[in-house]
């Protein structure tokens, strides 16, 4: 139990472009989500916050009308990168809290990542 | 912003061998955790110790919180080829909405 998944896994896109990946929790409800981004060979960064119903919440220095967040439904969010751009280009990360239930209410489950390449 | 720092970097070692990495943090914590992400791959939660705890086993895993030094420690037990990976420790900050800081991670390598 407790799986979150990732779509797509790899994608490849021309600058300028906007790119939507999902994330979705599986087997269980999530009211909040997490976004991060790592870049090669570095950590993991918080980009956002997504709580179902209500406007993500940013971290500092990421901005909110190119990474657009929608948690639209308790199993479901979504980061758009509009107009992405070279550096856009990095592993995007999705995690889920167990809200109740098994096996552990309350811990992270972290998406598979996805791949994102800007040409 | 990434609150941990790790150490070390990287490490190399034989089959077999232990592997200890340290991490330390800078604000009060409710727990720490520790994940494995494979090159390329999503992370693996591997132990979560909360901050009233000093000790935590799972398996070949070892894991030590010192809230007084804002560190914590992973031990690998007789490592194997398989662990090789980057190991992160992560923070939940207290008062957080169990939002997670990262550590800048250690590179295992477990030579065969």
């Known amino acids: 139990g407790a799986v979150v998944s990732q779509h797509p896994s790899r994608v490849i896109c021309k600058s300028g472009t906007s790119v939507k990946i999902e994330c979705r929790s599986l087997?269980?409800?999530?009211?909040?989500m997490f976004w991060y981004r790592q870049f090669p060979k570095q950590s993991l960064m918080l980009m956002a916050t997504?709580?179902?119903?209500?406007?993500?919440?940013?971290e500092q220095g990421v901005e909110k009308d190119k990474f657009l967040i929608n948690h639209a439904s308790l199993t479901l969010s979504t980061l758009t990168v509009t107009s992405a751009h070279p550096e856009d280009s990095s592993f995007y990360i999705c995690?889920?809290?167990?809200?109740?239930?098994?096996?552990?209410?309350?811990?992270?489950?972290f998406g598979p990542g996805t791949r994102l390449t800007v040409t | 912003s990434q609150q941990g720092e790790e150490d070390p970097q990287a490490l190399s070692i034989q089959e077999g061998e232990n592997a200890t990495m340290n991490c330390s943090y800078k604000t009060s914590i409710n727990n720490l955790q520790w994940y494995r992400q494979n090159s390329g791959r999503g992370l693996v939660h591997l132990i979560l110790?909360?901050?009233?705890?000093r000790e935590k086993h799972s398996g070949r895993l070892r894991v030590t919180l010192d809230t007084s030094k804002k560190s914590s420690s992973l031990l690998i037990t007789a490592s194997r080829a398989a662990d090789t990976a980057s190991y992160f420790c992560?923070?939940?900050?207290?008062?957080?909405?169990?939002?997670?800081?990262f550590g800048s991670g250690t590179q295992l390598t477990v030579l065969p």
């Open positions: 992560a923070t939940e900050p207290s008062g957080s909405a169990r939002q997670l800081t």
């Open positions: 997504s709580n179902e119903g209500s406007k993500a919440t940013y």
């Open positions: 995690s889920a809290i167990l809200t109740s239930g098994f096996p552990r209410p309350g811990e992270q489950y």
């Open positions: 087997d269980f409800q999530a009211t909040t």
């Open positions: 110790i909360r901050s009233n705890e």
